[in-house]
């Protein structure tokens, strides 16, 4: 059993340590925010209320850091998540995860709104439970990776957090893509379903499903497509994946090829083709679908 005394024992703090960050948890976060901005024109979004918005992020710092990184190694990455889930989750990256629906004609694309913000201290408590954590460490482990009743974006635990909590929908939109045949899979909040066959019709239960399981979809970001389709900003094709052309003329454009930026942005595009001409096959069975 998981009682207070061996959950400290694996965290490495003692009570005082524990009460102590509990109390003062303000101490241990701090507010970094940017402007959101629109990806076509470059200028900033404004919320109904005038004001611009924002990304807010909460990095935590001290000894709350340290925590919740021996939360994510000693807890969190025990609970094996569903081959669909791609986003932060290691040797997973957006690439495979179009890489996934190569071969497909028709595709759904959603975008979570406020995913992590809109993640409640409640769904992540009941995550843990569902888990089979006892209740007193669940609450314990809650208030170590929630603040302000929020799953806070920019620690070392909300990305597998967000993706434990997103699993009790997840695997019923699982569920209803093997039902049709379709490929599911997610990337933080990017969900993307596609299928060889139109299957317009499930769009509004899959919707539904989400909305009813308390997320939020960005409706300028729902697309129901087969037009040169994108899965997490990569072409998606019969015979392969593919990024725009306007990758490569970045690439011609740097003054220095042998620049950090240079080098990052040739590394993306290499990746891309060297999986782009691997077989789908080899990658689905060391994946799990």
Known sequence: MLDT??????????????????????????????????KKTGLPLIAKNG?????????????????????????????????????????????????????????FNTDLRNFYPGITHQQVFDMFVRNKIPLEAASILTKLTTYKGMLPQGTPTSPYLANLVFVSVGKKIQILADEH???????????AVSGKNDFKPLVNTI????????????HDKTFYQTKRPKVTNVI??????YLDSSYKEKILTFEDPLSAAARGTLNYYDRVKKISRTKKSRFKSKLGF
């Open 5 to 38: 005394p061996k959950l400290l024992r694996i965290l490495g703090i003692s009570s005082k340590e524990l009460e102590g960050l509990l109390k003062g948890i303000d101490e241990f976060y701090y507010l970094k925010s940017s402007p959101k901005l629109n």
């Open 236 to 241: 998606v094709a019969n015979n392969g994946i």
């Open 207 to 218: 919707i539904d499903l989400l909305i009813n399981n308390g997320f939020k979809i960005s």
């Open 181 to 191: 045949g379709l490929t599911f899979t997610t990337f933080v909040d990017d969900i």
């Open 51 to 107: 004001k611009p918005r924002t990304r807010d992020l909460y990095p935590s710092i001290k000894l709350l850091k340290t925590v919740q990184q021996r939360i994510y190694h000693r807890f969190l990455k025990s609970i094996k998540l569903p081959a669909y889930a791609f986003g932060g989750i290691s040797k997973r990256d957006n690439v495979l995860n179009a890489k996934m629906h190569q071969g497909n004609k028709f595709f």
